[in-house]
């Protein structure tokens, strides 16, 4: 049982910058699927970004590409997103997930890919 604690969150102007950080219970060395998810408020969790921590291979959804950035430690227990250019619409809480890699659902941030859920940060990005 993995167990995920997610820290970073915060208030910041649009344009600002913040870094979440997600620490994992035990290693995630191996084949894991480790993602970051958000949920405004009144909608449904959408998926992020992910990575596959054996490969580093990353994969985002296309609202934030190019302005935000995951990745991992080398001891494979702390996820990171960094969060740069932040738009009023990047508000949420933001979740981390783990789970066993399982190929392109990792790639796509499919839900079911992951079995294991952080409790969240809330980040507001203010205009």
């Known amino acids: 049982q993995v167990q995920l604690v997610e820290s970073g969150g915060g208030s910041v102007q649009a344009g600002g910058s913040l870094r979440l950080s997600c620490v994992a219970s035990?290693?995630?060395?191996?084949?894991?699927?480790m993602g970051w998810f958000r949920q405004a408020p009144g909608k449904g969790r959408e998926w992020v970004a992910s990575?596959?921590?054996?490969?580093?291979?990353?994969y985002y959804t296309d609202s934030v590409k190019g302005r935000f950035t995951i990745s991992q430690d080398n001891a494979k227990t702390t996820l990171y997103l960094q969060m740069n250019s932040l738009k009023p619409e990047d508000t949420a809480m933001y979740y981390c997930?783990?789970?066993?890699?399982?190929?392109?659902?990792?790639?796509?941030?499919?839900?079911?890919?992951?079995?294991?859920w952080g409790q969240g940060t809330q980040v507001t990005v203010s205009s």
């Open positions: 997930a783990a789970g066993p890699y399982s190929g392109s659902w990792c790639g796509r941030g499919d839900q079911r890919a992951f079995g294991y």
């Open positions: 035990e290693t995630t060395y191996g084949s894991y699927c």
């Open positions: 990575i596959y921590t054996s490969g580093g291979w990353t």
